[in-house]
Every structure is written in structure tokens, then in C-alpha cells.
């Protein structure tokens, strides 16, 4: 696996992006709770150009900041407190969550689930036990722009991790390029070593 340089490629037409994001926002509101009964669960990614692109060629765009941080998170919040009034009316139990990315924020997304699946996101991520002394505050998402959401919830930080196959040759020279820092050890199952790094931090909703 070769060690490529990712190039970044600049956001061009903010104000374009903005509107963009605000019609992302505008789409997603309604939860479809007719659909939701079949289903049980449903969720909304931040499908918004050009982060939701798919690149092939070695390069990426940057991830949204400044105005545009700010538009995301107020949408995802706009989303997840229409979504809570719709589920609300239907007088059970249910998950309901923003999935507040830390290093990639364009990956956040708000997830809910109803009936005998509402518990299936419960372990998706890896609890911290020993939580940031200023909580949210200590995020690179919050300023002063960001803060009147983000302080509207108590919020708890957590690990996205992945398990590496160290069999698999794939897997080992990822393993290799990964920060000592990333690395949080190996677990066993069966005669399988598996290494767990971390992907990226999130912050969900107390």
C-alpha cells in the first residue's frame, strides 16, 4: 500500500455552498413516519456537494468550516429537533442521535430507529471513560458562532474505532500507517488478531 499524498482541492462558490446546505437542511426536516413503520429506522447523511463526491484521483476536498461548519450543524440540528416532534407523536420509545464527526465533520449525520431496533445503535461507537474537562466546548466545532447550538445539549464524546485483520495483507500495511496514537490494541477472536485503531472521535447527544 503506497503511502500517497493527499492533495486538497479549494471549495470554490461559497455563497452556491451555503444554499446548498440550507436546501440539504430543508429536504431532510420532514421525517417520513409512514416509511419509518416498514423500516424502522431511518437517517440522513450530509449529502451536500462537492463532500459527498466520490474522488478518484488523490485528492479531496477540505472539510467545511467557518460559515459553512456553522450551517451544517444548525441543520443537523434543525433536523434531529423536527424529527424528536414527529417521533414523540408516536407515543413509544425510540433512538434518536446526531452523530457529531470531530476530525470529519461532512461523515455527521442524524439516525433514528424505532421498535425492536431502536437498540441497534447503542454500541455502533466505543465509550470514553475519561471525557474532556470542558465537554463540547473542548471540540473544534465550537466558537462563537457554533456555540448557541451546540450549547442547547449536553454532549459525550466517544470513539469510532475499526478492527484490523492483521491476515489480511491489506489490512497489516494499513495498520502500518497508522499513528501510534490511533493504535489502542489487539483483541482475539478465535485464532484471528484483530488490531482496533481509531477512526475519529464523535459527539452524541446525553
Not at 434518536?96 to 461523515?107: D, K, P
Request: glycine letters at 2%; one cysteine or more; charged letters at 30%.
Amino acid at each position: 500500500m503506497k503511502n500517497n499524498i493527499i492533495k486538497y482541492r479549494k471549495i470554490r462558490g461559497i455563497n452556491r455552498r451555503k444554499r446548498a446546505i440550507e436546501q440539504w437542511g430543508v429536504r431532510n426536516k420532514a421525517l417520513d413516519i409512514e416509511s419509518l413503520k416498514e423500516t424502522k429506522r431511518d437517517y440522513v447523511k450530509f449529502w451536500v456537494r462537492p463532500w459527498s463526491s466520490l474522488s478518484l484521483i488523490n485528492s479531496v476536498y477540505p472539510e467545511p468550516t467557518g460559515e459553512l461548519k456553522t450551517l451544517l450543524i444548525a441543520n443537523l440540528l434543525k433536523i434531529y429537533e423536527s424529527w424528536d416532534s414527529s417521533l414523540k407523536q408516536l407515543d413509544s420509545t425510540y433512538y434518536l442521535q446526531i452523530w457529531l464527526f470531530e476530525n470529519e465533520i461532512s461523515h455527521s449525520q442524524v439516525v433514528c430507529a424505532i421498535d425492536h431496533l431502536k437498540d441497534f445503535y447503542q454500541n455502533t461507537f466505543s465509550p470514553i471513560e475519561v471525557q474532556p474537562n470542558e465537554g463540547i466546548k473542548s471540540s473544534h466545532h465550537y466558537n462563537e458562532d457554533t456555540a448557541k447550538y451546540l450549547d442547547r445539549y449536553d454532549w459525550t464524546q466517544y470513539r469510532y474505532t475499526q478492527s484490523l485483520d492483521m491476515d489480511d495483507v491489506w489490512d497489516a500495511e494499513h495498520f502500518a500507517l497508522i499513528a501510534n496514537e490511533q493504535r489502542l490494541g489487539e483483541h482475539t477472536v478465535g485464532d484471528k488478531v484483530y488490531q482496533v485503531i481509531e477512526i475519529d472521535k464523535v459527539w452524541l447527544m446525553s
